[in-house]
């Protein structure tokens, strides 16, 4: 009989898990289908084939800085090249993370509050972007989760393990994306506050700490000495052009709310004064949710957890500066904004339903319009098409010339092309509203022997008048053709290839007149 009995109610245990897991089954399902949608369409775009290029150049030129992930592609490259399969591995992490999203909101504010910051996270726009993408963002996403969910049970229940699954987590994770770091801060306030009054406690975590920053030390010094050029001009970006300028560029109130918007439904272009008005009601909205997911009654005192993992390091990166108030530096923040985003709407639900549904439709119809975006409109540089364009059409002697993108480009561009013309990297050669003729003239000089003919590559801003007028007295142009240029956050912006034959070399038949590639 009691043997009986233990079989109906182990029975019964299993049978309740598989029905509280079908939700969060679906949504994965829902997740994977959006993520491994189209995941091969689009060119892997200049960032992309960096990654692919460094994990390339792998054993032998192991960086110190975020090493992780390129250790991974390097793997994940030995059983294909093709731009889907590049993307799949972050699809995984991308997936880890709506797991573990759910996993984080309902051990900190309930199942429902879970699930709906789960299904958030699977259908924004921003995120599946990012999870089609050879880039480290959704694995440092993923880290940053597994580290904060192993903290959370440190914090409840302060084992040697738990300690150490926090500890080699959250060291992973500064060895991917070297802003997640700033996660430990959050983590330091809430440990000293949770177990202040007990000094055995603290020293445990203050050794699994200082652990980490001692092997993350080398890294830590590579990523300072290696930065500081670029983190003085992000700290001071006009200081060159006027030394009494304001030092800091702070991120405003209104590209804060613009992060709720983008986390969420919509990162792209508003294509009418009338959308743009919406998508500000909107944004007004999800900070509404936002005060009362703080603020209600009902709600655990473990979600000013989330609140500390989302709000400190914000803090930290807003303190910086605005150039890196960026969607791709902060996306490991979303999961923690989507949790109290989902726990507002919760609270919503609990005081005045109606509202909750309203909130709800309009969400639907603001992801909704910002998911047919996405899938309908080629965001990356189209770097394919300029590589099958060039190798199509090339005849021996041609020479290539980027003036897009940095030096790592002439051997990353060696993805999609696998001619013979020489491939050069050379900044400002290309007139623009930034690029003056002094400079493009300088950039002319610096160029090397021409034997026949040059493929220009350029890019961003690029006044194609100016080219004609600055160009006419060293080329003939006899070819232009124009690709998609990294639309994600404008419109209208396309990269330049042009076939140019220096004068010295033209021969009588060539046609001066522009034509279509």
């Excluded at 250790?71 to 709506?98: E, K, N, P, Q, Y």
């Excluded at 405003?252 to 500000?280: C, G, H, I």
């Excluded at 919503?348 to 047919?372: D, E, P």
């Excluded at 801003?461 to 060293?474: A, M, P, Q």
Aim: proline share 5%; with cysteine.
């Amino acid at each position: 009989m009691k043997a009986e009995k233990l079989n109906s109610t182990e029975t019964s245990i299993q049978a309740d898990w598989l029905w509280e897991s079908i939700p969060i089954a679906l949504i994965l399902l829902l997740a994977a289908g959006l993520y491994l949608y189209q995941l091969g369409t689009e060119s892997l775009w200049v960032d992309e084939l960096y990654s692919v290029n460094d994990a390339k150049r792998l054993p032998g030129h192991l960086g110190l800085i975020r090493p992780v992930y390129f250790i991974l592609l390097w793997l994940w490259m030995h059983f294909g090249t093709s731009d889907a399969w590049l993307r799949g591995l972050s699809v995984l992490f991308g997936l880890g993370s709506v797991f573990l999203t759910y996993q984080l909101g309902r051990r900190v504010a309930g199942k429902a509050t879970g699930l709906i910051a789960a299904l958030v996270l699977a259908l924004s726009p921003l995120f599946i972007n990012f999870a089609q993408m050879v880039r480290m963002y959704t694995l440092g996403t993923c880290l940053g989760l597994g580290g904060t969910l192993a903290l959370v049970h440190a914090l409840e229940n302060p084992t040697t393990t738990s300690m150490a699954w926090w500890a080699s987590l959250r060291l992973l994770v500064n060895l991917t994306a070297p802003l997640n770091a700033t996660l430990l801060f959050a983590d330091i306030w809430l440990v000293w506050f949770r177990f202040r009054k007990q000094r055995h406690t603290l020293l445990a975590f203050g050794k699994w700490l200082l652990l980490v920053i001692l092997l993350w030390l080398p890294s830590l010094f590579s990523l300072v000495s290696g930065t500081l050029p670029f983190l003085s001009n992000a700290i001071n970006p006009i200081a060159k052009i006027d030394s009494s300028a304001t030092r800091h560029s702070f991120p405003s109130f209104v590209d804060v709310l613009r992060k709720l918007k983008n986390f969420t439904a919509f990162p792209f272009p508003s294509t009418s004064k009338v959308s743009s008005l919406f998508y500000q009601a909107y944004s007004l909205l999800l900070a509404g949710l936002v005060g009362i997911a703080i603020i209600h009654k009902n709600h655990k005192p473990r979600l000013c957890w989330i609140a500390a993992w989302a709000f400190i390091p914000s803090g930290m990166i807003f303190l910086v500066s605005k150039r890196l108030w960026i969607d791709r530096y902060i996306l490991f923040l979303c999961p923690y904004i989507l949790i109290i985003l989902a726990a507002g709407l919760m609270g919503l639900w609990r005081w005045k339903r109606i509202f909750a549904i309203a909130v709800a439709i309009i969400y639907a119809i603001t992801v909704s319009s910002g998911l047919v975006r996405y899938y309908t409109v080629q965001d990356r540089q189209d770097w394919r098409n300029v590589a099958q364009t060039i190798s199509m059409n090339e005849k021996p002697g041609d020479t290539i010339v980027l003036s897009i993108g940095s030096p790592k480009m002439t051997s990353a561009l060696s993805h999609y092309y696998s001619g013979d013309a020489p491939i050069y990297s050379l900044k400002k050669l290309c007139p623009s509203d930034r690029v003056k003729k002094p400079d493009v003239e300088e950039a002319l000089n610096n160029l090397p022997p021409i034997p026949s003919r040059l493929w220009l590559v350029c890019g961003t801003g690029f006044d194609e008048e100016k080219f004609r007028t600055v160009f006419k007295e060293n080329f003939n142009l006899e070819t232009h053709a124009e690709f998609t240029n990294e639309n994600f956050y404008r419109q209208n912006d396309l990269m330049h290839l042009f076939l140019v034959i220096p004068n010295s070399t033209n021969s009588t038949d060539t046609n001066n007149e522009s034509t279509s590639v």
